[in-house]
């Protein structure tokens, strides 16, 4: 089956920086990949997902990347404000189907001003 | 506001209580699922519901008993717990199962003594 795998754990970053976590995935089926995020006392929400017929998408100040020959995925956030400090998560899934969404292990992101 | 709701949001019991957890959604959809949440660990999917029918059970100790009495509702039933399902239990919903995106709600945090 899937298996995701998620790093950095932590990130620290100071205001203005750019963040980027990376997510590999095992199944080469696998054809979406959505980014969560979840912040402190609330349940995680979507901010950007992407599909395996394309690259790259940006949405203002986070974007996604997709290396479907490495089977890697990244999230890149440029600018980072205070409010951007909270755990993220990857998945992929052979399908666009929540049932089938295999979970990384989350990223801690800090942002310090 | 994800327009799931979650009650309680604490709960604290012992081994042999019987409980339960509540998931409402505002949203139209008919899919809901549970998953677990633990520190350091994947988001676990426990249950799905589509169209008020279970679709997908991974593997779930008998002592958690979901229920769906409408595409609205979903409950989870706790009962004879073991300290290590204290957790973080998160119902999400979504349109039908073949669909880019979770809803998830606030999350009931379990303690189990």
């Known amino acids: 089956g899937e298996n995701v795998e998620q790093h950095p754990s932590t990130l620290s970053v100071q205001e203005g920086d750019s963040a980027v976590i990376k997510c590999t995935y095992s199944d080469s089926a696998s054809n979406y990949f959505p980014w969560y995020k979840q912040e402190l006392g609330k349940g995680p929400q979507l901010i950007i997902d992407?599909?395996?017929?394309?690259g790259e998408k940006k949405d203002q100040r986070i974007a996604v990347t997709l290396n479907k020959t490495a089977k890697h995925f990244s999230l890149h956030i440029t600018e980072t404000q205070p409010e951007d400090s909270a755990v993220y998560f990857c998945a992929a899934s052979t399908r666009q189907a929540g049932t089938a969404l295999i979970f990384g292990k989350g990223t801690t992101l800090s942002v310090s001003s | 506001e994800t327009g799931v709701t979650q009650t309680p949001r604490h709960l604290v019991m012992g081994m042999t209580n019987k409980k339960s957890l509540k998931c409402e959604q505002h949203l139209g959809h008919n899919a809901m699922y549970w998953y677990k949440q633990s520190a350091k660990k994947p988001l676990e999917l426990m249950f799905v519901y589509s169209l008020e029918e279970r679709v997908e059970n991974n593997s779930v100790p008998s002592r958690f008993s979901p229920e769906c009495p409408n595409s609205s509702h979903l409950f989870l039933h706790l009962h004879t717990l073991q300290p290590e399902d204290s957790a973080l239990y998160l119902c999400?919903?979504?349109?039908?199962?073949?669909?880019?995106?979770?809803?998830f709600g606030e999350g009931s945090r379990l303690t189990v003594l």
């Open positions: 992407i599909r395996s017929n394309v």
């Open positions: 999400a919903s979504s349109q039908g199962t073949v669909t880019g995106e979770l809803f």
